[in-house]
């Protein structure tokens, strides 16, 4: 049992890149922490770290054991998550990477009731986009994602499953009452006139926001605000009369955005979308009431299954 510890703390130094980080994260001690290093290192004949004024780096041995750790901590979590399952609501730890429109769109309402139904389940959640998330889900830096399956490009991991929800389509969007939500069709010219708010994660939007003017042959827009806050984008929209794209699910009526679709020729793409998991967790309860919490909070947006 110390070893699993051990293991523990050596994955939480290696991910914060110190051990005083990694004891104020842990609610340990410090000498209590180093100690445990130590011990670990003694026990596997290697040192795992260098130390020097700016932290801790792994050695060579110590990048070699953290992809094992993380695989072996998937494990335990996923072992403890099914063993306490029926006695006492599932104890352990769910690691899960969530992609910006399903933190916006779903995940309130989804940790919410799994919080609910395994109240003694630590659940620990990271945002980020696929290109980010989804090599930690490879490496087992997480256990679950939610967010955009992956392209042609992305590899996963034999130890990753993909359960796909819905194809996401993105649009051009204005606020409610701007005089371009009620034309019946805007051209590339209208959009190249005005100021445009762009999000920065999303490489996807902005590739085709590029190719939607280069191929209408009119300039890119000369004002254009680049953020990875979707809430400053979202108010530059509905109050400064800025453009921006959008996922489909963020226009919804529930989210009350005060923003509308505009009807633009030629932009009309989306994504696959779903749950992608490590399939050591596959099985324990709390993963397989999250599935089913996603499907339906999917379901409650109207959106049709992949």
């Known amino acids: ?67 094992r750790g993380r695989e072996i901590e998937l494990h335990w979590d996923g072992a403890l998550l ?16 969530v992609g910006p429109t399903y933190e916006a769109a779903f995940m309130a309402q989804v940790l919410a009731r799994l919080s609910q139904e395994f109240p003694n389940l630590q659940i620990s959640v990271r945002t980020g986009v696929g ?43 204005a606020a ?35 190719a939607l003017f280069q191929t209408a042959g009119v300039p890119l827009p000369r004002t254009v605000v680049s953020t990875h806050s979707l809430g400053l984008a979202l108010d530059l929209v509905r109050n400064e009369g800025f453009l921006t794209s959008l996922p489909e699910p963020l226009l919804h009526p529930r989210l009350g955005l005060g923003l509308a679709p505009l009807a633009v020729p030629g932009y009309d793409w989306r994504i696959a979308t779903g749950i992608s998991y490590r399939t050591s967790l596959a099985g324990t309860a709390p993963l397989k009431r999250m599935i089913a919490i996603v499907r339906d909070e999917v379901h409650a947006f109207g959106l049709a299954p992949a």
């Not at 792994?58 to 990048?63: C, F, I």
């Not at 409610?176 to 034309?183: C, E, F, I, S």
């Not at 100021?195 to 926001?209: G, K, N, T």
């Open 82 to 97: 099914d063993l306490t399952a029926t006695r006492d609501g599932a104890r352990g730890t769910l690691r899960i990477g």
């Open 176 to 210: 409610a009452d701007d005089p371009l939500a009620a034309r019946a069709e805007v051209g590339a010219g209208a959009l190249s006139a005005r100021a445009w708010v762009q999000l920065s994660y999303d490489s996807l939007a902005l590739e085709r926001i590029e």
């Open 1 to 67: 049992m110390h070893h699993i510890w051990r293991l523990k703390h050596f994955l939480a130094i290696a991910e914060l890149g110190s051990v005083q980080a990694a004891a104020r994260h842990l609610n340990i001690s410090q000498p209590a922490l180093s100690k445990s290093l130590r011990e670990l290192e003694q026990h596997l004949g290697s040192a795992l770290f260098e130390r020097s004024s700016r932290g801790v780096t792994l050695t060579q041995a110590g990048q070699a054991f953290l992809s």
């Open 131 to 173: 290109a980010i998330m989804l090599p930690a889900l490879n490496t087992g830096e997480i256990g679950v994602y939610l967010g955009g399956l992956r392209s042609g490009t992305e590899t996963l991991a034999i130890a990753v499953h993909e359960i796909p929800l819905y194809d996401q389509s993105n649009r051009i969007v």
